[in-house]
């Protein structure tokens, strides 16, 4: 097995040695932003839902307005890593939003369906996804349980300006074929048009199956 030496410190010139730590590991450098890759391979994608009324997440309930993402492949992993929302219309007894997930079925798509506002290729121009389906409204045959607290709400906050919140997953949620995520209202589903938002992700081919 060949050696590998490893330059501590700066390096220069064009060709220069790999760098290495104090401690013996490799110094690696991003010499571009972490969704570069992801979006040149034309893997990265978003969907954007204008002014939705976000329902309220409740026990019982599989019918969802605002915004959804389902896994409608049967091979690729939907991996979750950019989620955004905002409330510019007074929405006073809508307490928070939630980010909740649930089982729909390999296949099976939901009825009642709405297209998102807009759903593009991380590399523009591209072609749009294939195994992410976003929505904006959509019945589904099981209801969503909650996994995650996105932002509080609370009357102050819309009176006085839009409240507006971005979270960076970075693939900690990964959505199988079947699976779906949806946002969710918390306390009472907000008021008209009152809820705006994004999400990202990314799609990778699962072997294998």
């Known amino acids: 097995m060949p050696i590998i030496t490893l330059g501590i410190g700066p390096q220069s010139g064009t060709t220069p ?3 290495g730590g104090i401690s013996g590991e490799t ?3 991003d010499l571009r932003g972490k969704y570069y890759e992801r979006s040149v391979r034309k893997a990265q994608f978003v969907a954007f839902a204008l ?3 976000l329902t309220m997440y409740s026990a019982g309930s599989n019918a969802y307005t605002g915004l959804q993402l389902y896994n409608q492949s049967v091979n690729t992993n939907l991996l979750l890593n950019k989620v955004a929302v905002q409330v510019s219309v007074t929405s006073a007894t809508m307490t928070g939003i939630l980010l909740t997930y649930g ?3 390999v296949g099976v798509a939901p009825t009642s369906q709405t297209a998102a506002t807009a759903s593009i290729s991380g590399l523009l121009g591209a ?3 294939a195994a992410g389906l976003p929505l904006t409204a959509g019945t589904f045959v099981n209801q969503a349980a909650n996994i995650w607290p996105l932002i509080h709400n609370t009357a102050a906050i ?3 300006g839009i409240d507006y919140f971005n979270i960076d997953f970075e693939d900690m949620f990964i959505i199988p074929p079947g699976f779906y995520i949806a946002l969710g209202a918390q306390g009472a589903a907000s008021a008209a048009s ?3 938002a994004g999400i990202a992700w990314e799609e990778v081919t699962v072997p294998f199956i």
């Open 17 to 19: 040695q790999q760098r």
């Open 27 to 29: 110094v690696v450098v």
């Open 51 to 53: 002014a939705q009324t």
């Open 103 to 105: 089982f729909q079925g």
């Open 127 to 129: 072609a749009k996804p």
């Open 158 to 160: 819309n009176t006085v």
């Open 194 to 196: 009152a809820v705006t």
